[in-house]
């Protein structure tokens, strides 16, 4: 019972982020989605220390474990809204390829910059 109290307080952190990145984007106008905000405000404060890693990662674990969940409004939307995307299979095909090479390169580098850093 603890270690769930403790999971749901961990992603009450992350969501206050969220929010606060929300609040962020819709206060200034920004072109930024205000989740992109909250990620780089989670960023700084791991960066800066004023957030230990401790304190979110049973949290986020649960969130990454479960993250098959989270898409699933997002195809439902795509049925509802198949018209919009009919006809495109190709150039959605090319994208969906393009996007994940990029996030596995880019991810790639990232980590190889870690592991290097670490050494």
């Known amino acids: 019972m603890a270690n769930l109290l403790k999971i749901v307080f961990q ?8 929010r606060i ?3 962020i ?19 700084i404060l791991l ?15 649960f969130m990454v474990k479960h993250l098959p969940f989270f898409f699933i ?4 939307g795509m049925m509802v809204y198949y018209k919009i995307f009919a006809g495109k299979g190709i150039l959605l095909l090319i994208i969906v390829i393009f996007s ?11 980590g190889e910059r870690f592991k290097r850093r670490e050494e």
């Open 21 to 23: 990145g929300e609040w």
């Open 25 to 43: 984007a819709d206060t200034f106008n920004l072109m930024i989605p205000g989740s992109v905000i909250g990620m780089i405000l989670l960023i």
């Open 73 to 76: 409004p997002a195809f439902i």
């Open 47 to 61: 960066f800066t220390k004023m957030l230990k890693i401790e304190w979110i990662e049973d949290g986020a674990g």
């Open 11 to 18: 992603i009450g952190m992350l969501y206050v982020l969220y």
């Open 100 to 110: 994940t090479a990029l996030v596995m390169v880019v991810s790639g580098l990232i």
